[in-house]
């Protein structure tokens, strides 16, 4: 018999198949039984009739508890009704492995008692839909900067310094001298940036974030492209391109997806070049206007990046930012030093900030000032340094956060299902 995956069923259609996967639901009007099964790539429902099966095989209907693992052989039918569009016509069911009281029911569960399950909670379709696509958001950023020629350079994950500040570092031990683990990979990239032109790098970020919000995890996945030569606007371009690809595809390919999740497709449709671009000043104005008081030169908190984002409806582009508020590496503005030439991408319907990056300081001296200026162990950064003392050339670049992307096109409340297995606040089980 054909082992098939119920995603390929439409392939199959008349055709006597077997199906692998577990039990997610079932029901029974007696002579009937309805079964749900699930096998990873989707959810099938499989009719068991009476008078077509043996009794062993119509009677197994009460030893199959959810998520006991199964194998199911029938026919494949085409049926509007049936969810996916395809059911089955069993003709055997075998028993591989029976759940015995599974935790998570059908119920609602409160997010305490789900978090520590979380390797039984990713089988929910709900999570199912969420890591699908995530993989979809991943495989399109990966296509988006292959198509555009760059070279994927990979950040290692241990480091001798920090990137983005000292005080969300997680240190570690490395033959008894401290080593970090990786902020973000963005050093490297201007490194690779000099040797190779476009590069991104894709890969895990840490942070001890000592915070908790739904926008913050303290292990989150992000792309750093870096482009020799780019400018600001250059750079604002390709944030705008990606993130336009990005739902373009989504929206593409993971229509079930996004429907099993509810989200309302007229927000991501809406996502069309060109976005919004304000200036910060700009942006505390709005914040200030819509009732929140915020002065200038201070950064935004998570009330104000809410607000902000809550007024348009495509993702913005928020630009040249106080200095004070942006780290050591930021280019200033020629026509104003106390502004880095800088940007953060707001996602709309109060999403919030997805991307940070800008034009790095190519200039030696200045860079070297600012660090000492900061109290930066410059010994640590000498090869940084390197890189504007043989051929310094104007580079510019940016991060995307995955999760926090991918939090605001499945449209959900908190980050932490945005990931297989989020690292939170004090929590790192499973
Ligand atoms: O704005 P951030 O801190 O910028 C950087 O790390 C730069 N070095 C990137 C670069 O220019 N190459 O982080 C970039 C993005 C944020 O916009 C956000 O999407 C995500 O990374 N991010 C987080 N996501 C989840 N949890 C956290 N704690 C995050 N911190 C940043
Ligand atoms: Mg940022």
Avoid at 70 to 98: F, M, W
Avoid at 154 to 180: N, V
Avoid at 240 to 267: F, G, M
């Amino acid at each position: 018999m054909k082992w098939i995956y119920i995603e390929d069923a439409g392939k199959h259609v008349g055709e006597e198949v077997e199906i692998r996967g577990w039990l997610f639901n079932k029901r029974s009007s007696g002579k009937i039984h309805f079964l749900i099964v699930r096998d990873g790539t989707g959810f099938m429902q499989a009719v068991v009739v009476k008078s077509e099966v043996s009794d062993e095989v119509f009677d197994l209907y009460d030893e199959l508890t959810q998520e006991s693992s199964i194998i199911v052989q029938g026919v494949v039918r085409a049926d509007k009704r049936a969810p996916g569009g395809y059911e089955l016509t069993v003709r055997n069911i075998q028993l591989v492995h029976r759940a015995i009281d599974y935790p998570i029911t059908k119920k609602e569960h409160g997010i305490g008692f789900l978090l520590p399950r979380r390797h039984l909670w990713l089988r929910s379709r709900k999570q199912w839909a969420l890591m699908r696509l995530r993989n979809e958001v991943e495989m399109a950023i990966e296509d988006f900067f292959q198509n555009e020629k760059f070279v994927r350079v990979d950040a290692p994950i241990l480091t001798p310094s920090a990137c983005e500040g000292t005080t969300t570092l997680f240190k570690t031990d490395y033959f008894g001298e401290p080593a970090y683990l990786s902020q973000s990979g963005q050093l490297y990239m201007e490194a690779a940036a000099m040797a190779l032109g476009k590069v991104y790098c894709f890969g895990p970020a840490f942070r001890a974030e000592k915070s908790k919000t739904r926008r913050h995890l303290m292990e989150f996945w992000q792309a750093e492209p870096e482009v020799a030569w780019a400018t600001l606007d250059d750079i604002m371009d390709l944030a705008e391109n990606l993130i336009a690809y990005i739902v373009e595809r989504v929206l593409e390919t993971r229509q079930e997806e996004l429907k099993l999740l509810e989200r309302d497709i007229s927000k991501l449709e809406a996502v069309k070049k060109p976005f919004y671009r304000i200036t910060y000043t700009e942006a505390v104005e709005i914040v200030n206007k819509a009732g929140l008081k915020m002065e200038w030169g201070e950064d935004f908190g998570g009330d104000e990046e809410t607000v902000l984002a809550q007024q348009f409806d495509k993702p913005i582009l928020v630009h040249r930012y106080p200095a004070k508020v942006k780290p050591f590496y930021m280019k200033r503005d020629p026509e104003n030093p106390d502004l880095a030439l800088c940007v953060d991408v707001l996602a709309p319907e109060g999403y919030g900030e997805i991307v940070g990056g800008g034009q790095r300081e190519d200039d030696y001296e200045t860079l070297y000032n600012r660090m000492v200026e900061e109290n930066m162990p410059i010994e640590d950064y000498e090869w940084y340094l390197d890189l504007r003392k043989y051929g310094s050339v104007p580079h510019s670049g940016f991060g995307i956060g995955l999760e926090r992307t991918l939090r605001w096109i499945a449209g959900i409340h908190h980050i932490r299902e945005a990931i297989p297995f989020p690292r939170l606040l004090e929590k790192i089980y499973p």
